[in-house]
């Protein structure tokens, strides 16, 4: 079975300095991969999807992330962070790949942004 | 732009009782989902649904039940709530093959007391 590992509870930034939360997954073949927000009392938003072609991902809000098969990682990453960035993030695989029959979610990331 | 709609943003209710938590789409969305959220633990999947009466059972499904007799509304029940499941509830939708992502509603927010 599939799962995802986010290796970071918390992490706190500094407004301006540039980001990146980790993911790493468990599938056996070519995973699809996801980054959700979630920002407080809300529902999740789609930053940035990857199934196929390009390993380098980008997303809304400036946001890009980079698929690396060998360490299989997906990685967050934003060169330069705004207050309104603090949320709480997700990363997620596909269950069975696709996606059609569920996400199966890391436990997230509570991104602080310090002024 | 889809919307998923969750009629309830906070409900209350006491144990026991017989709770319905509706869901719409309005995106003519062919699959359907409910998780529950709690700190610590990220989203965990409860039921999903491909079609019409279609139900799949997800990763924690003991002590719901879900209902989709059209294809815009997936329904979680929980036939007797327990205080175990005070929770955020969040529903999904997405299309046939989910590659493109799953668009998320806003939550309810129930609290079994």
């Known amino acids: 079975a599939q799962s995802v590992t986010q290796p970071d509870i918390h992490i706190t930034v500094s407004e301006g300095a540039s980001l990146e939360l980790r993911c790493n997954y468990s599938?056996?073949?070519?995973?699809?991969l996801f980054w959700y927000v979630q920002s407080p009392g809300q529902g999740l938003q789609l930053l940035l999807k990857y199934f196929s072609g390009d390993t380098l991902v980008q997303g809304i809000k400036g946001f890009e992330a980079e698929f690396k098969r060998s360490q299989s990682s997906f990685n967050l990453r934003k060169p330069s962070v705004h207050w309104s960035d603090a949320a709480e993030y997700f990363c997620?695989?596909?269950?069975?790949?696709?996606?059609?029959?569920?996400?199966?979610f890391g436990k997230g990331t509570h991104l602080i942004i310090q002024p | 732009d889809v919307k998923v709609t969750q009629s309830s943003r906070y409900l209350v209710k006491r144990t026991g009782e017989k709770v319905f938590l509706e869901c719409v789409q309005d995106m003519d969305h062919e699959n359907m989902f409910w998780y529950r959220q709690d700190p610590g633990l990220g989203l965990r999947l409860i039921y999903f649904s491909y079609d019409v009466k279609m139900k799949e059972k997800g990763d924690i499904p003991e002590g719901y039940s879900v209902s989709r007799e059209k294809k815009e509304r997936f329904s979680l029940i929980l036939e007797s709530a327990s205080t175990n499941q005070t929770s955020m509830y969040l529903c999904a939708s997405s299309l046939k093959t989910g590659v493109y992502g799953y668009t998320f509603g806003s939550g309810t927010r129930l609290t079994v007391v």
């Open positions: 997620a695989v596909g269950k069975g790949g696709g996606g059609a029959d569920g996400l199966t």
């Open positions: 599938y056996g073949a070519t995973p699809y």
